[in-house]
């Protein structure tokens, strides 16, 4: 768990496991007492808010990519970590800041 805090230090406020989560291997969610990622959107857009709440990202640690990721060598790990924040950025509706790393990773994974 460390190692993923490690490697996404600038992208996300914590990495914690989700008692919750069944199918997605990831979500995002707001940390404890910070602005939700759909308001601040809607704040950017609208009040010209320029605050920047790093979320928290919530891993399933039963998800078969959850356990390669933390049976897998140092090398990978930063990649995986990144395609697991990714993965539950498009699944909050978000755009993925890097698409070609994005895909890069997947490529390697199939």
Do not use: F, W
């Not at 404890?32 to 891993?59: A, C, S």
């Amino acid at each position: 768990m460390q190692k993923l805090k490690d490697a996404l230090a600038d992208e996300v406020e914590d990495v914690i496991y989700s008692r919750r989560l069944t199918d997605s291997p990831s979500c995002l969610i707001a940390p404890e007492g910070g602005v939700d990622m759909h308001m601040e959107r809607v704040l950017k857009l609208h009040q010209k808010y320029d605050g920047n709440t790093k979320p928290v990202l919530e891993i399933n640690a039963d998800h078969a990519l959850v356990k390669k990721i933390e049976d897998g060598n140092k090398g990978e790990l930063a990649d995986y970590a990144y395609l697991l924040l990714d993965l539950a950025t498009v699944s909050q509706g978000l755009p993925v800041k890097d698409p070609a790393r994005m895909s890069r990773i997947i490529t390697s994974l199939v």
